[in-house]
């Protein structure tokens, strides 16, 4: 499942999920463009610190929800690398919602944040990278959608709802490029246990009652994504295309 010769952008990749995704990436051999509305932090992993070939990346800040920013982010990711083969939709707004919340107390401007940049981030890099994907014939793009679509987790409304829509446009994108060779896939990882889960589930005992219900009883890491989305960022998935990749250890079965 190499990606050698191959440039990936991933979003809301400074930090968290996202840096775990470019560095995998990287160390497979891709060209990684990093973007998120803020610098990386001390000791986020970049793409560049990976040990493959051509895994000298690059950060771009962007905001995704806007127009300017998706296509100023693919613009740089063809004048640095000469092209786009992988997008990964990430950036999302979670661990900035900092509390659950019953859905008659989540806000106007609130539920208009997480929408606008779950669902409309991803709709515009789509837009922004297919230009470039359809000169190759070739691409893929994974979008990051959420178990808790399935699971209908409370105090998450807006997220769950912002989740759902992934997954449907990710259906739509699939069906309506297909034609030119571009696999469309989505990625629904469980309750992992890191920082940023850990922010809106102080409680422990959270994650323990989700380690018991699942098949595999261990709690989830970030490492545990990164087979599924090196696998559809690969060669392996190019007849894979339309999915959403459950990834939870048997949490939801469906």
């Known amino acids: 499942m190499t990606l050698t010769g191959k440039t990936a952008i991933v979003t809301g990749a400074a930090q968290g999920l996202g840096a775990v995704y470019a560095r995998a990436l990287a160390e497979q051999g891709a060209a990684v463009v990093v973007a998120d509305i803020r610098d990386p932090l001390d000791g986020a992993p970049r793409p560049d610190a990976g040990r493959a070939q051509r895994s000298a990346g690059v950060f771009v800040l962007a905001d995704v929800a806007e127009q300017a920013g998706a296509r100023r982010l693919a613009d740089e990711a063809v004048r640095r690398f000469g092209g786009i083969d992988i997008l990964v939709n990430n950036a999302a707004v979670y661990a900035d919602l900092e509390q659950k919340k019953p859905f008659d107390q989540i806000s106007e401007a609130e539920w208009d944040k997480v929408m606008a940049v779950n669902v409309k981030g991803m709709w515009q890099c789509a837009k922004a990278v297919v230009p470039h994907m359809r000169k190759r014939h070739a691409g893929k793009i994974i ?21 759902a829509a992934v997954i449907g446009l990710t259906r739509v994108l699939a069906q309506e490029l297909g034609v030119d060779n571009i696999c469309v896939n989505a990625i629904a990882p469980g309750l992992v246990h890191n920082e940023a889960s850990r922010r809106l589930n102080p409680q422990e005992e959270y994650f323990e009652r989700g380690r018991t219900r699942r098949a595999i009883q261990r709690l989830m890491t970030p490492d545990d994504l990164v087979g599924a989305v090196v696998f559809l ?4 998935s190019d007849f894979v295309t339309g999915q959403t990749f459950v990834v939870d250890g048997g949490g939801v079965m469906r």
Do not use: F
Request: hydrophobic share 40%; glycine share 8%; charged share 5%.
């Open 143 to 163: 979008n990051i959608a959420s178990s808790s679509v399935y699971a209908g987790t409370p105090g998450l409304a807006h997220y769950v709802a912002s989740k």
């Open 233 to 236: 960022a690969s060669p392996a």
